[in-house]
């Protein structure tokens, strides 16, 4: 189950990920970097759809 704490938690721990057209990129201290991208493989769809719906809302803030 996609829980964003430990996005969160990931994030803090100086994960960055960006999106290369569909593609999910990423760079991680090397600390964290092989439970981040585990935790990036098993919920690649769901953090890229978080990612494209906020640049979404930053484009078309209501």
């Known amino acids: 189950m996609f829980k964003e704490s430990a996005l969160r938690k990931f994030l803090n721990q100086g994960l960055r990920v960006w999106l290369d057209g569909q593609k999910l990129k990423y760079s991680a201290p090397k600390s964290t970097a092989d439970e981040a991208v585990n935790f990036l493989r098993r919920h690649k769809a769901r953090i890229i759809a978080l990612i494209q719906n906020y640049h ?5 803030p209501k």
């Open 56 to 60: 979404e809302k930053k484009r078309n």
